[in-house]
């Protein structure tokens, strides 16, 4: 400053560290008063002046002052100004009670800023913006709180708040969503109301507070899976030859809801007694989809379509359907794979080929219902005969109920899927085309993605074979509870680039290689077949291995996303249909809570049964309690009249 009296002093009063300081001794070291009393030893330039003093005492400096502020401010708008200039303009006396009023104001900030020493006075349009600023923040200060006493109280209406949340709210809930689609680990809105940060309390807050409805299915999304669709553009289909197989009656027997049927069958008989020939047709995109394309990179990246009950999101873009999808055109490309057949259904000769052919699209019930008509009655005994015959060779074949799970306009529908005859033509001549395409590979040394599984270490507990050629061969003694327990048993399967057995299927190789549209290693498979047929570059092993790893990278948490959201829609679907009641199988016997298997629902809760229970005995459940961020449902055995 430039009063020469302004230098420090005993009884000064001084700034340190934002507070009132007043020294009280003078040295190379300052002995200070604070609010609190004594105060420590300090340096000089630790503080800043406000006022030389003499003050006897700090408090006579905290007196509240009578303030022309505004007066004072006009006077200064947009200059400069001194700490003892300001006091007397404001205040009508430079004291160290008005010494430290005047700081207040500038450390205030609404009018003044700076230091002691060199003050300026805002401009009016910068007070209009500060005060614009500090009323918007009061403002979202008063709705936090308004916010948090509606979350404590769950939307209860307590003490004059909101009943619901405001349609602003929904800012306060950001971090809380990110939490729960596992975005992040933290949010300020769980902290402060003392709830773990967790996905799933993040979760049920969302429910609670009707933020959320449960239409909302975070489990893709927290598992990092992709939900928008594939966008990138398609190459024509190339000029090539194809065989014209347009003659022979094709059919893609699948549910009604398939939106990409990729595979459709054909039968010719032989011209002597039993056997013929089992065409198999399937979708050709890798006519499109060449190695290392932008295509290719981004089916590789999703590793498969995704199946979810509220939508399908493809593996390959939604474009390709009209394209590929057999039976969607009237005449549809494919890769077809013819496979001659003995009367036993063994495959004796594979031919494989590009062609057109002409799909007619059946459901497996319609197919089903015309099992004893042909071709389905050959297929039929074809699929058996080769069902049979792998079933001799170990093949495990498990009957439990399954349950599809279907969204339509947020009500959920839970449709059991029956063992028809039509799914049995199915799998089984998806099966062989896989095992004949393992062997062809074999035999021309084409480098493969080969689907393994080793055998179970030991065999589960009560499970017996039965006779040769009997549904349910390796299966144990076609009790639900048998083949729980056999499927418990069960190992993983696993791709791999040399061939090896596949345990549960009962062959020595096999290949998966007849849904390219939506398994990226089904899409190598072929592109690997048409490489070969047209004499172009194969992919060498440790190139399939590369791709072997990027597909099992991102698999587990498809799979896993598939499984968690039918959970989600089955719990979703007890909340819609309360009080449930219905009937469950009780399939694993356990010290505390056993296993029923619910058939219906497609669920196997843990609960406590009567202890003279015997296994496989159905009993009469009610559902008790949902906890639908936690994926638990409670159920309890009723009691009988």
């Keep these: 400053m430039s009063d020469p009296n302004m230098r420090l002093r005993e009884g000064s009063l001084v700034l340190y560290k934002l507070r009132p300081a007043r020294v009280a001794r003078l040295g190379e070291k300052l002995d200070i008063e604070t609010e609190d009393g004594e105060g420590p030893k300090v340096r000089p330039k630790d503080v800043a002046l406000l006022h030389p003093g003499p003050l006897s005492k700090l408090a006579e400096a905290l007196r509240p002052q009578r303030d022309e502020v505004e007066t004072a401010w006009e006077m200064l708008a947009g200059g400069a100004t001194t700490l003892p200039e300001l006091a007397e303009l404001a205040f009508g006396a430079y004291t160290p009670a008005t010494a430290w009023a005047a700081w207040q104001l500038v450390a205030d900030g609404l009018y003044f800023r700076?230091?002691?020493?060199?003050?300026?006075?805002?401009?009016?349009?910068?007070?209009?913006?500060?005060?614009?600023?500090?009323?918007?923040?009061?403002?979202?200060?008063?709705?936090?709180?308004?916010?948090?006493?509606?979350?404590?109280?769950?939307?209860?209406?307590?003490?004059?708040?909101?009943?619901?949340?405001?349609?602003?709210?929904?800012?306060?809930?950001?971090?809380?969503?990110?939490?729960?689609?596992?975005?992040?680990?933290?949010?300020?809105?769980?902290?402060?109301?003392?709830?773990?940060?967790?996905?799933?309390?993040?979760?049920?807050?969302?429910?609670?507070?009707?933020?959320?409805?449960?239409?909302?299915?975070?489990?893709?999304?927290?598992?990092?899976?992709?939900?928008?669709?594939p966008d990138l553009p398609l190459p024509a289909l190339p000029d090539e030859p194809r065989r014209d197989l347009t003659h022979l009656p094709a059919f893609a027997i699948d549910d009604a809801a398939t939106e990409t049927p990729d595979d459709a069958l054909s039968f010719e008989p032989s011209a002597g007694s039993g056997g013929g020939r089992l065409w198999v047709h399937v979708a050709d995109p890798a006519a499109l989809v060449t190695p290392d394309s932008l295509l290719d990179l981004e089916a590789r990246g999703r590793g498969a379509s995704l199946y979810l009950p509220e939508g399908t999101i493809h593996m390959l873009p939604p474009a390709a359907t009209p394209l590929l999808a057999l039976g969607v055109q009237d005449v549809s490309p494919a890769l077809s794979f013819g496979l001659d057949l003995d009367a036993e259904g063994r495959i004796a000769n594979i031919e494989i080929m590009s062609s057109w052919v002409r799909v007619t699209r059946l459901t497996y019930e319609e197919a089903t219902a015309r099992i004893a008509e042909p071709p389905?009655?050959?297929?039929?005994?074809?699929?058996?005969?080769?069902?049979?015959?792998?079933?001799?060779?170990?093949?495990?074949?498990?009957?439990?109920?399954?349950?599809?799970?279907?969204?339509?306009?947020?009500?959920?529908?839970?449709?059991?899927?029956?063992?028809?005859?039509?799914?049995?033509?199915?799998?089984?001549?998806?099966?062989?085309?896989?095992?004949?395409?393992?062997?062809?590979?074999?035999?021309?040394?084409?480098?493969?993605?080969?689907?393994?599984?080793?055998?179970?270490?030991?065999?589960?507990?009560?499970?017996?074979?039965?006779?040769?050629?009997?549904?349910?061969?390796?299966?144990?003694?076609?009790?639900?509870?048998?083949?729980?327990?056999?499927?418990?048993?069960?190992?993983?399967?696993?791709?791999?680039?040399?061939?090896?057995?596949?345990?549960?299927?009962?062959?020595?190789?096999?290949?998966?290689?007849?849904?390219?549209?939506?398994?990226?290693?089904?899409?190598?498979?072929?592109?690997?077949?048409?490489?070969?047929?047209?004499?172009?570059?194969?992919?060498?092993?440790?190139?399939?291995?590369?791709?072997?790893?990027?597909?099992?990278?991102?698999?587990?948490?498809?799979?896993?996303?598939?499984?968690?959201?039918?959970?989600?829609?089955?719990?979703?679907?007890?909340?819609?249909?309360?009080?449930?009641?219905?009937?469950?199988?009780?399939?694993?016997?356990?010290?505390?809570?056993?296993?029923?298997?619910?058939?219906?629902?497609?669920?196997?809760?843990?609960?406590?049964?009567?202890?003279?229970?015997?296994?496989?005995?159905?009993?009469?459940?009610?559902?008790?309690?949902?906890?639908?961020?936690?994926?638990?449902?409670?159920?309890?055995?009723?009691?009988?009249?």
């Design 114 to 229: 700076g230091a002691p020493d060199a003050i300026s006075a805002a401009t009016a349009e910068e007070v209009a913006r500060t005060r614009t600023a500090r009323a918007a923040e009061a403002a979202e200060k008063q709705a936090w709180s308004v916010f948090l006493a509606f979350a404590r109280e769950r939307g209860e209406p307590k003490d004059g708040h909101a009943t619901k949340l405001s349609p602003d709210d929904g800012r306060f809930l950001r971090d809380v969503e990110g939490l729960a689609f596992g975005r992040t680990t933290r949010s300020r809105v769980l902290r402060e109301l003392d709830r773990e940060e967790t996905p799933e309390s993040a979760h049920a807050l969302l429910l609670e507070l009707g933020h959320w409805t449960p239409a909302v299915n975070p489990h893709p999304v927290r598992l990092g899976v992709s939900l928008a669709q």
């Design 376 to 641: 389905f009655a050959a297929l039929y005994a074809l699929a058996c005969a080769y069902r049979d015959q792998r079933l001799r060779a170990g093949a495990v074949d498990i009957e439990l109920p399954e349950v599809d799970v279907v969204v339509s306009d947020g009500q959920v529908r839970l449709k059991p899927v029956p063992p028809l005859a039509a799914r049995t033509i199915v799998e089984n001549a998806m099966v062989m085309t896989g095992e004949a395409v393992a062997r062809y590979a074999q035999e021309y040394a084409i480098p493969m993605p080969f689907a393994t599984q080793d055998a179970p270490d030991e065999p589960a507990a009560g499970v017996r074979s039965q006779e040769p050629g009997v549904r349910g061969q390796g299966s144990g003694d076609g009790s639900l509870s048998a083949m729980f327990a056999l499927r418990k048993t069960m190992k993983r399967s696993q791709y791999r680039a040399a061939p090896g057995a596949h345990s549960g299927l009962g062959l020595a190789a096999y290949t998966q290689a007849t849904s390219p549209m939506r398994r990226y290693l089904d899409l190598v498979a072929h592109q690997q077949l048409r490489a070969y047929l047209s004499g172009g570059r194969l992919l060498t092993a440790d190139e399939i291995l590369e791709r072997v790893g990027a597909t099992e990278a991102v698999i587990g948490s498809l799979r896993q996303a598939e499984h968690l959201s039918n959970q989600h829609w089955t719990l979703v679907y007890l909340q819609q249909n309360a009080p449930w009641r219905g009937e469950g199988v009780l399939v694993e016997r356990r010290d505390r809570n056993s296993i029923v298997l619910i058939g219906e629902l497609g669920l196997e809760p843990h609960l406590p049964v009567p202890d003279d229970l015997p296994l496989d005995s159905a009993v009469r459940l009610k559902a008790t309690n949902v906890d639908l961020p936690r994926l638990d449902a409670r159920f309890r055995v009723m009691r009988e009249a």
